[in-house]
């Protein structure tokens, strides 16, 4: 759980610190651009933390599509930016993919459940378990 805690505080972050990039770079303030510098390094390094245990596929698009959500209803809220019927079918489109990603976890984790609260036939390693995968000098 601690980990999709670390995906939503990198979101957060990046949402905060593109908003910043936009509010410095119109009003000339240089605390936004230094407010987006500290806000990005923040947002990658709780990805990284995230992508411990979240796969990184579903963390990287649940952190672009809901940072891209975010961002364009912050600019639309914020820097009176407009909203066409096209971007917001893609705000749909990106919220929908992001429904898909997260069921898709679910049943994942009941397939993964399921093996192993079913007991099945003991595996014994095949004759090719006992050759090294790797190179190393102590096979040589």
């Known amino acids: 759980m601690r980990h999709w805690f670390f995906l939503f505080l990198a979101i957060a972050a990046e949402v905060t610190g593109t908003s910043l990039m936009k509010w410095g770079s119109t009003s000339g303030h240089p605390g936004g651009l230094l407010g987006m510098f500290v806000l990005l390094a923040l947002s990658y390094y709780a990805l ?17 599509g809901v940072g891209i959500v975010s961002i364009a209803l912050i600019s639309l809220l914020l820097f009176n930016e407009s909203l066409s019927a096209g971007k ?3 705000i749909a489109a990106v919220l929908g993919g992001i429904v898909l990603l997260k069921r898709g976890i679910a049943s994942e984790r009941a397939v993964a459940k399921e093996r192993v609260d079913q007991p099945g036939p003991q595996v014994r ?14 096979h040589a």
């Open 88 to 90: 917001a079918l893609g």
């Open 48 to 64: 990284s933390l995230a992508v411990e245990r979240v796969p990184m596929g579903v963390a990287y698009a649940i952190w672009e």
């Open 125 to 138: 390693p095949g004759p090719l378990a006992v050759l090294p995968l790797a190179w190393s000098p102590s």
